[in-house]
């Protein structure tokens, strides 16, 4: 085809929600006027986005999607409904929501509003957290693609002991089975992440770095404890591991708040929240196969790369250089009012290259009305060209 502009409107529409990256989508728009109408303002990018619920009731509570949309701003996600009011959304994995109606628990993509069943945990008095995906289950094989879950108990208790549990589809391991450190369940779960074929898990009081043996269904601890490297750490320290430019990252991120006393005459006055980010990269032991960590060190740069902490679910790292709403060598969190009940204030970026200790970090404030929950972050998945019926999806929705 010689002129391009004369594209069929629909094969250019699936063209540009198949975009890996809000630069290419800035590129389509400025190829032509047929091709810009094709891309409306109102059509879907490329993410990161990020996920929120309301702070109502659960009859009346509400699903929000938000991303970075400039320097000093974000913008919300039109999406049809997603979910229901008696749907719970606890956390996303690879641009899938884990769902649960209290009848069944699932998978959900947002856009096309495709799902995946999960079977239903054998404990009745545990719910799901966090769940961790090795894969995008609709482009890989069944029995191919893994999930990782945290569950915690439904009542709160002095002790809450939390369970993680490992999933395949097809693979032997249809149900939810159990992992145990040592034989015990263990009371704190930080983080999960698929490294190099395996499954690394932050455990533990003292932030132990743990191996998921599927095999034994066991996990073996190593001897690297995170706690130690972290100068301000406090239980809300949201805590993570991340797969970055081919290194295994461990990313803390704690919040606090520092009283400035102008004089003693004058009423305490408050500063804004400020973070305390570390990221270490782990090492491994050559002599174990290249899979047991070993020991971590302390990383300053993270090149083109930014990395996405939740409170809780399955972080990422993104190159910035394909998303020009994104910084480059930065940290992107959630800055919550701890006195509400971890209300959301906005996203928050830290500078791994601000020499100060992070001292001045940057807040964008919600463009919504109302108190709103941080839920997690979700880079929106890529719908693929496979036509097959089994694999069939909708049409991405504006």
């Known amino acids: 085809m010689r002129d391009w502009a004369f594209l069929h409107g629909g094969f250019l529409h699936d063209i540009f929600t198949r975009l890996p990256a809000d630069a290419d989508a800035t590129s389509f728009r400025h190829a032509c006027r047929g091709w810009r109408a094709v891309a409306e303002p109102g059509a879907l990018v490329p993410g990161p986005w990020f996920l929120l619920r309301s702070a109502a009731a659960a009859a009346n509570s509400r699903r929000a999607f938000v991303r970075p949309a400039g320097p000093r701003r974000v913008t919300p996600v039109r999406l049809n409904p997603t979910a229901r009011g008696d749907e719970a959304t606890p ?236 910084r480059s060598g930065c940290v992107y969190h959630f800055a919550t009012k701890v006195n509400e009940q971890n209300v959301v204030r906005g996203m928050a970026i830290s500078d791994l290259l601000d020499l100060t200790g992070q001292e001045s970090n940057t807040c964008r404030k919600l463009p919504l009305a109302g108190k709103w929950h941080p839920v997690s972050w979700l880079w929106p998945r890529r719908p693929s060209f496979d036509g097959t019926p089994g694999r069939r999806r909708r049409q991405w929705r504006s």
């Open 91 to 326: 956390c996303a994995s690879r641009g899938w929501l884990a769902v649960s109606d209290g009848k069944r628990l699932f998978l959900r993509d947002p856009i096309s509003l495709a799902e995946v069943p999960l079977p239903a945990f054998d404990d009745l008095d545990n719910e799901l957290s966090e769940i961790f995906l090795s894969d995008d289950p609709l482009d890989v094989p069944a029995g191919r693609w893994t999930a990782f879950a945290f569950f915690k108990p439904k009542q709160i208790v002095a002790y809450p002991g939390r369970v993680l549990a490992f999933y395949r589809p097809g693979g032997g391991a249809d149900q939810w089975v159990r992992f145990d450190l040592n034989g015990q369940q263990v009371a704190f779960y930080w983080g999960l992440e698929f490294f190099r074929g395996r499954a690394y898990v932050v455990v533990g009081v003292n932030c132990t770095l743990a191996v998921c043996d599927v095999d034994t269904r066991s996990l073996v601890a190593s001897a690297v404890h995170l706690r130690p490297h972290m100068e301000h750490w406090e239980w809300r320290t949201q805590q993570c591991l991340v797969e970055c430019g081919g290194d295994l990252l461990a990313v803390m991120v704690t919040r606090y708040e520092v009283a400035r006393w102008p004089s003693c005459y004058v009423v305490a006055r408050r500063r804004a929240p400020r973070f305390v980010v570390k990221v270490m990269k782990v090492m491994f032991a050559a002599d174990s196969g290249g899979f047991m960590p070993v020991m971590v060190s302390d990383v300053r740069h993270i090149g083109d790369y930014a990395l996405f902490v939740p409170p809780r679910g399955h972080a990422f790292a993104l190159p910035a250089s394909g998303f020009p709403a994104v």
